[in-house]
């Protein structure tokens, strides 16, 4: 059997497949000691090892096989996949909406490239109604691609250069921009945009997908065409990110991209607004605001560009026993601001008084905020609290750590001027800061439970 039937296999796999007469795109049974399986072999990425057979079963999962427990296999059909995703031209319709789709390298579309196992974005117009055809009833997009990067790459010259992109793209008169951006850091790039890109008068919205399309729970598709409709037809002009609200298909959120977080790794809702309630729930009939006040949609071009940033701020997690030759490092590397994440309302160990004092004397501008995530940094509250601000730090009050981060460095990339710094970070742009949470801003249930039991057995679908 010619080896172009065995794309990527070697080794014991490839001797297996061949034993056995089993090309890969076959239908095949594979008789195991753990039981019986039946899918359609996959091609295997260069760089994986010889010691597994992939199928894809019924239930349109990949599964991996060992080689070892195989003690018989049997092709019972054949036909050759082509995962590329078929491009159609997008058509035009008179009425719709015109929004822009600007590309980071996130994965909202995508196909499976087997001889690498890399997922390749689709992201022309055509590959995306190829895709998913029901984004030509919602609006009438065209794409950009800025750049692609992996999200976790995702550095201050690109928010610079999408916050530019994007005062051009209002100037040119769309009614609204969606952002494809990878899900990791795609709150950091929200809280950037924010005070980037002020007052805009259509919506900017983020959005990425936990799931890559080819798998059957794919978020992809859907949080697309939620965010178009945002883009599109919504009342919203904010910076905001749109993704699953619930763990099933049935609406999403859009959160305020200064109060928004990633808070599970592989869940597809993940995104949580921490501190507040979300902006709105949408679906693909249209936008269902949840708070009264919002940036509402105009007419105008007007916006105010704010491209800047100073790369050297950092981002310190306080934990216990913590040593000051980590201030002092930050301090002795140029850097000229530090976000603390501190302990209960804001406190850190006093070993590190003399290197904050330190960091203070060389002109670092410091501010304190609290890894509870919810609540707020009240410095005045215990003697820690009052010495480290003796000491030059300021409590940035319920500023999430990522987002104090971003704003620090949005400051500093305009003035070193510690009153006008510490002006610009604690004069809210858009609910960075809040007066108060809302008594449903902080909800975090325990499992197991009875009357929490009760509640999610009347919820979960």
Not at 6 to 22: C, D, P, R, S, W
Not at 155 to 162: E, M, V
Request: proline share 5%.
């Amino acid at each position: 059997m010619a080896d172009d039937f065995f794309q990527g296999y070697k080794g014991t796999a490839l001797e297996i497949l061949k034993k056995f007469n089993v090309r890969v795109w076959g239908q095949a049974e594979v008789k195991t000691s753990r039981g019986m399986f039946s899918g359609i072999v996959l091609p295997r990425a260069e760089n994986d090892d010889d010691r597994h057979i992939v199928l894809k079963i019924i239930t349109g999962y990949n599964v991996g096989i060992d080689v070892a427990s195989i003690t018989d296999m049997k092709e019972t059909g054949y036909k050759k996949a082509n995962y590329k995703i078929p491009e159609k031209e997008f058509p035009y319709t008179e009425g719709l909406p015109k929004v822009k789709l600007i590309g980071t390298g996130g994965t909202i579309a995508s196909r499976l490239d087997y001889r690498t196992g890399a997922v390749i974005p689709a992201f022309s117009p055509g590959e995306l109604y190829g895709a998913v055809p029901e984004l030509a009833r919602i609006c009438n997009l065209t794409t950009e691609k800025v750049f692609a990067v992996f999200s976790e790459n995702m550095a201050p010259d690109n928010y610079r250069k999408l916050a530019i992109a994007i005062g051009k793209e209002i100037e040119s008169g769309v009614d609204g921009i969606v952002i494809g951006h990878g899900t990791d850091t795609l709150h950091h790039t929200a809280a950037a945009l924010t005070f980037m890109v002020q007052n805009p008068p259509v919506p900017i919205v983020l959005v990425g997908s936990q799931r890559s399309s080819d798998r059957p729970s794919s978020d992809a598709a859907l949080n697309l065409m939620h965010a178009t409709t945002a883009a599109g037809h919504g009342d919203i002009a904010e910076v905001m990110v749109c993704m699953f609200g619930p763990t099933s298909d049935e609406y999403g959120f859009l959160h305020r991209g200064t109060r928004v977080r990633k808070m599970h790794s592989s869940y597809r809702s993940t995104f949580r607004t921490l501190g507040d309630i979300p902006l709105a729930k949408v679906t693909r009939k249209g936008v269902e605001p949840i708070k009264k006040v919002y940036n509402h949609r105009r007419k105008d071009r007007n916006v105010n560009i704010l491209p800047f940033f100073e790369e050297k701020v950092a981002i310190v997690y306080y934990y216990p026993n913590m040593q000051p030759d980590i201030i002092d490092a930050l301090v002795s590397n140029n850097y000229k601001g530090i976000i603390i994440a501190g302990t209960g309302l804001g406190h850190v160990n006093k070993p590190l008084y003399p290197a904050i004092e330190r960091a203070h004397a060389a002109g670092v501008h410091m501010y304190m905020t609290v890894q509870t995530l919810w609540g707020y940094a009240h410095m005045f509250v215990y003697d820690t609290g009052r010495d480290l601000m003796a000491k030059g730090i300021i409590p940035a009050a319920n500023m999430l750590p990522e987002v104090a981060y971003i704003k620090l460095g949005w400051a500093l990339g305009q003035t070193t001027d510690h009153e006008e710094v510490k002006r610009m970070m604690l004069a809210p742009v858009n609910d960075e800061i809040t007066a108060r949470e809302p008594y449903n801003g902080y909800l975090i249930y325990q499992g197991g439970v009875p009357e929490v039991e009760d509640f999610i057995r009347k919820v979960r679908k």
